[in-house]
């Protein structure tokens, strides 16, 4: 019988197993996927030549050196939509979860965002406040590390920053540009050590190799797997099953969580385990999964499901791109410029809705790329779209294509050349944007499997217009030509479909009126009192901040909650 | 030559003719087990891309006729020159071979490309394009390298050596030779970030930024 049972090893899972087992429980926790040490496992410093595919996205699709095993189709575990919805769900079945695939972003969500509601009557508001979650962001920040810089913004709150890196040339561009017309570019926050962490003895510095997402060796960036699961394995009262596709939750007469069932993919038998507490971090949709197909007499619904929320308020960031070329960058002296994995600038959002006039709530921050990267498979695509809009070398005009010398020539010329960004927003979270459970349809171990139900609201296409006309105006502002990513009405402006993103909350939201929410605001279950979801479920609404964060911060919560309430015998 | 004559010709069977009757048939290719020249490195991978990876270096898609006229092509698009090798130097024709079977979009408008360009050839000079001299292979490519300039009938010639350029780039600049030509200079652990050089932040104005 172990104190409690953890189903996932993500950034949620991970942060509750590490501070149960720190406080003396005895934890088991579950992983749908392998083991996966970045030490030992990563692809970083891999060349590109050393990739068949030189780093396609063929089996993985950020690249074939990426740390994320599955992605968005796993065989043998479909999912499926209704309604025409365009709902694209990625999954991550390995230690660390999908915390081998993020970009690092760890953005606080602010005193705004999680009085939305307050402030602008669109939304709920979350029943606890920004003051509430700061404790746990401070903790999570000198536990973890994160850089950044002081700015004193009210919605994009300080945190406790290592120091930020100096931006690459093309940020350089970018941060003129933009200033300019009144969009303020400030460092980026990444959870990256650019210093060592102070007390941490097991991670080192950062090498700035760009490589984040290949998973890092020497632990100078936050993964779940080694920040948080394999220290929590120094203790002896931590135990760790992978390969453990959860099931469901059992429950016994009075309702309560028993423990949990799962199939064991090595050895394809059914197991049972025992737990005094149950703790749900498979992902905001896999735990919304188990939850509706944890039928009993007690719970008919689904465990946790007497108000009929679970699956439902589901909501994923919007995000919309485009890039192209910055002239001032062709022939560019070489030099090393990975730098950190990913950007070291970013643009807050900067507008006051009313003020401004906007047609939409909330906003989005501009996340920016470019400079001389490694090579990968698509390097050098599209040169005839280039090579023949730009004067050459002696001035003169060349015609687009060719071939040979000449040609080779473009390609040197323009490495370094391309700079694009990104829009990452508040997408509001809709009692009718959801997933349930798909009557028809298992998955190869018997699962019933979820379906999507999912439609982007006129609120978020209009933000994406808004997004397409900033960046237009910061690529022009720097001199820089688009050459993709312009869209119009019909595509609504480039607007990708919801789940792309990878933001996707809200499926267990917390809240205090048990008739509207299915966890109270510790994240424990209305219902089931010992019960827990700490993944992405019980966020009410996403700011325009990346969630990882905050996921952190509620699970430390939850799990320094759960410790208290057994001292006090109450679960 | 025009389509008529030439459907004739083919009747004669010449060895030319024959090899062109092969590349349209799969079924009769050379699909002895080519030798895997690639490692398949294991480490934090998981068992199907490893298998998936072991079987397609182990396939082979492009006949004997097809990777000869691949490796001119794609030494034509990045020849040697004064600063590094050719695109066959760099190995571009086995990427391509790879690229194909694990990107399987790419097979039928590279094998139809390929056919497109032997076929043109035919009509022009009554030899496939790997026969034909080099001053008769750039006439040929001349008419099918120019988007902007493409004469009526060339269109399918063009789109096929836009993707022949696409992928010949992308196979040498990611390779040893082509990652040195274009001077990458990171993937290289240091101990410190200090920014652009300060030569580069002064020739763009950023110095006090």
Known sequence: MYDAIVVGSGAGGGMAGYTLANAGLKVLMLEAGPFYDPAKHSQQLFWPWQSPRRGAGSTRPFGDFDAAFGGWEIDGEPYTTKDGTEFDWFRSHMLGGRTNHWGRISLRFGPKDFKGKSHDGEGDDWPISYEDVKPYYDKIDQLLGVFGSKEGLENDPDGIFLPAPKPRLHEHFIKKAATKMGVPVIPSRLSILTAALPGNNDRKPCFYCAQCGRACRIYGDFSSSSCLVIPAQKNNNFELICNAMVREVLTNDEGLATGVSFVNKEDGQEYQVSGKTVILAASACSTARIMLNSKSNQHPNGIGNSSGMVGKYLHDSTGKALGGILPALMDRKRYNEDGVGGMHIYSPWWLDNKKAGLDFPRGYHIEYWGGMGMPAYGFGFGMQGLNGKYPTRDGSTKEAGGYGASLKDDYRRFFGASVGMAGRGTGLARETNLCEIDPNTVDQWGIPVLRFHYKWHDDEIKQAKHMQETFQEVMHNMGAEITWGIQGPETNWGLEAPGRIIHEVGTTRMGDDPKRSVLNKWCQSHDVKNLFVTDGGPIVQQGDKNCTWTILALSMRTAEYIVEQKKQFNI | ?209
């Open chain 2, 1 to 209: 030559m025009n389509r008529r004559k030439y459907i004739q010709f083919l009747g004669v069977g010449s060895i030319t003719t024959s090899v062109l009757w092969e590349s349209c048939q799969p079924d009769k290719q050379d699909t002895t087990a080519a030798e895997p020249a690639f490692e398949v490195l294991e480490a934090g991978r998981e068992a199907h891309e490893i298998e998936r990876d072991k079987r397609l270096l182990g396939e082979q898609f492009f006949n004997e006729h097809e990777m000869a006229t691949i490796a001119v092509l794609a030494d034509i698009i990045i020849p040697k020159d004064e600063k590094s090798g050719s695109a066959t130097e760099a190995g571009v024709p086995d990427f391509i071979e790879f690229i194909v079977k694990d990107i399987p979009h790419h097979q039928v408008p590279m094998r139809g490309g390929l056919r497109w360009l032997d076929l043109e050839s035919m009509n022009r000079f009554e030899k496939a394009f790997v026969d034909c001299s080099q001053t008769q292979q750039l006439e040929m490519v001349d008419d099918i390298a120019y988007p902007n300039k493409v004469k009526p009938g060339m269109e399918q010639g063009v789109a096929f050596f836009n993707r022949m350029r696409d992928l010949t780039a992308t196979g040498f600049f990611t390779s040893e030779i082509g990652i040195q030509d274009i001077e990458y200079k990171g993937n290289s652990p240091v101990t410190t970030w200090e920014g652009p050089p300060a030569d580069v932040l002064a020739q763009f104005g950023f110095q006090d930024s």
